[in-house]
C-alpha cells in the first residue's frame, strides 16, 4: 500500500526537501504552494509520475483548503501524512502591531494548520492511519526580539499540537511539531542580505553573527529537517506524539 503525503509549501525549501524525501521513500506526494511552475520543478525533481501530483493555491483560502482535501480523496481514497508548512508574520515589536495585524498573523498560519487538521484527521482515523506533522519554529518555544507576531502564532500552533495529540491518539494518528533553527533556505538568504545591508557590513560577517549562538556553528539544512519530518511521518514513529522538536544545532540550549 502506497501511502499519500500532502506537503504544503512544497515549492522551495524545507516543503521542497520534504516532498522530495518522502517520494524518495516510496509516498505518493501532493504538492502544494503558490506557484504552479514552481512545484512542477519540484515534480519533476522527484521523477515525476503518477504518484506525484501539483496542486497549486492559497492555503489561507478557506475554499481552497475545502478544495485540496476533496481532491486528493478524490484521487487516491485516502491521506495519510499532512505536512503543515507556512510561512509566519513579517518582524515587528509589541509597540508596532494593532488588534488587526494579530488577527491577519492568526489566519496565515494558524488557521490554516488548524482547519486542514479538522478536514484531514477523520479520513486519517477511518483508515487507522494518520501523521500530522506541523512545522513551527523555535521563536515559538523562546520569544526573539522584534519578533512578537511570529512567537505568539507559533507558541498558539504548538499548544494545539499536544491538544489534538491527545484527542487522536486513539485512531492511531499522530500529531508533533518540528521547530527549525536557522536552516540554510532562501529565508536564511534575505537574512543575511537584510543583516548585511543594515549593519554596513560583508555578507560574510552577517553569517558569522547569525551563527554565533549555534554550537554546531552552522546552519542547518533543509534535508537535515526533512529527516527528521520523514521519521514522524514513518510507520517507525507509531508511538511518538504531541512532542515539540528543534532541529537547531543546540541553539535553543543557549538562550
Not at 503558490?34 to 520543478?41: G, I, K, P
Not at 496542486?55 to 481514497?77: H, K, M
Not at 488588534?99 to 479520513?123: C, F, N, Q
Not at 513551527?136 to 489534538?164: D, Q
Amino acid at each position: 500500500m502506497t501511502r499519500v503525503a500532502i506537503v504544503l509549501g512544497a515549492s522551495q525549501g524545507i516543503g521542497r526537501a520534504t516532498a522530495l524525501h518522502l517520494h524518495a521513500k516510496g509516498y505518493a506526494t501532493v504538492l502544494c504552494a503558490r506557484t504552479r511552475s514552481a512545484l512542477e520543478d519540484v515534480a519533476q525533481e522527484s521523477g515525476g509520475g503518477q504518484d506525484t501530483i501539483v496542486i497549486p493555491g492559497d492555503i489561507t483560502s478557506r475554499a481552497f483548503r475545502a478544495d485540496l482535501v476533496a481532491e486528493v480523496e478524490r484521487r487516491f481514497g485516502r491521506i495519510d501524512v499532512l505536512i503543515n508548512n507556512a510561512p509566519g508574520p513579517p518582524p515587528g515589536s509589541f509597540d508596532s502591531i494593532d488588534p488587526g495585524d494579530v488577527t491577519s498573523a492568526m489566519e496565515r498560519k494558524l488557521v490554516p494548520y488548524l482547519d486542514l487538521i479538522k478536514s484531514v484527521a477523520p479520513v486519517m482515523a477511518r483508515n487507522g492511519f494518520g501523521r500530522i506533522v506541523n512545522i513551527v519554529g523555535n521563536i515559538g518555544r523562546e520569544p526573539a526580539a522584534g519578533m512578537f507576531l511570529s512567537g505568539l502564532v507559533n507558541a498558539a500552533v504548538s499548544n494545539a499540537g499536544k491538544y489534538l495529540a491527545s484527542q487522536y491518539a486513539k485512531d492511531n494518528v499522530t500529531v508533533n511539531c518540528v521547530h527549525p533553527g536557522t536552516i540554510r533556505t532562501q529565508r536564511y538568504d534575505r537574512a543575511v542580505e537584510h543583516l548585511s545591508r543594515a549593519g554596513g557590513i560583508a555578507p560574510d560577517e552577517a553569517e558569522d553573527r547569525l551563527r554565533q549562538n549555534i554550537p554546531m556553528a552552522r546552519p542547518g539544512s533543509a534535508e537535515e529537517v526533512a529527516a527528521l519530518i520523514g521519521f514522524l511521518a514513518s510507520e517507525e514513529a507509531s508511538y511518538l506524539t504531541g512532542q515539540q522538536i528543534s532541529v537547531d544545532g543546540g541553539q535553543l540550549t543557549c538562550v
